[in-house]
């Protein structure tokens, strides 16, 4: 795994190539950015910014959501999937709002995470840029492309999160995740465009895997240009 200060380096250099890097969630308080980031489960930002606008004209705040029925949120978030489960998350988080904390969202990780349909990624991308708390969102982008660089070593997103906040300062640790979760939707996909990538040549997996494929599939061609003549020796 790459030291604190090359990940810090190669940080710099994701965020020259990704300047600006936030969130692509449309919202204006904590709270409608906590239902944005519920909602964006399993779907895109896109399509939950599809959604919302409607969504938070009719449910200004949490003590309006908190009354709302199932079966009229259900029709209204259908189109972002999973909206029973989603429906039934969001009541019950805007009821916690209201019993718990007089329909305030709350600044701080543990209580957060308390709330129905809120885990410690949501938590972090509410904390970080809406409540103004460090927090260092993994998401599966934020996984794949930390892992494949060699920033961190793990499939448990928590582990991810602890290294990469043990790497780099506090107060870089919400632009840290928005920049490698961009870099993972433009260049570091699935199925990488690393040609694009301006990390590369420090880029674990790149050097593992796609140079050495690379190299394999240049040696056939070389091949197929016909087999090495010996010399017959001069007599
Ligand atoms: S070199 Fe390829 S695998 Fe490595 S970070 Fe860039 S895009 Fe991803």
Redesign the pocket.
């Known amino acids: 795994m790459k030291t604190f200060r090359e990940t810090r380096a190669l940080l710099d250099t ?1 965020e020259t190539q990704h300047p600006g890097a936030d969130t692509e969630l449309h919202y204006t308080t904590a709270f409608q950015l906590l239902v944005a980031t519920i909602l964006s489960a399993q779907s895109t930002d896109a399509r939950v910014n599809m959604v919302t606008p409607a969504l938070f004209k009719r449910y200004r705040d949490a003590r309006a959501l908190s009354k709302a029925t199932t079966a009229a949120l259900e029709r209204q978030i259908h189109s972002t999937g999973f909206f029973r489960a989603k429906s039934k998350a969001l009541i019950g988080m805007a009821q916690a709002l209201v019993k718990d904390h007089a329909g305030a969202v709350p600044a701080s990780m543990e209580a957060l995470i308390e709330l129905p349909g809120v885990g410690r990624k949501t938590a972090n991308v509410v904390l970080g840029h809406a409540l103004g708390v460090p927090g260092l969102p993994v998401d599966r982008h934020v996984l ?2 930390a892992n ?2 060699g920033i961190a070593e793990s499939d448990d997103p928590v582990v991810v999160e602890q290294q990469l906040c043990d790497a780099v300062p506090a107060e870089r640790w919400t632009r840290t995740s928005d920049t490698l979760i961009l ?2 939707r433009r ?3 699935p199925k ?3 040609d ?6 420090d ?4 050097r593992t ?2 140079a050495r494929v690379r190299v394999r599939r240049a040696k056939p061609a070389r091949q197929a240009s016909g087999p090495t003549r010996l010399r017959t020796p001069r007599r």
């Open positions: 994701l794949r492309v494949r660089i870099h993972g260049i570091c996909r990488p465009l690393c694009q990538c301006d990390v590369r040549d880029c674990g997996f790149y895997s796609v």
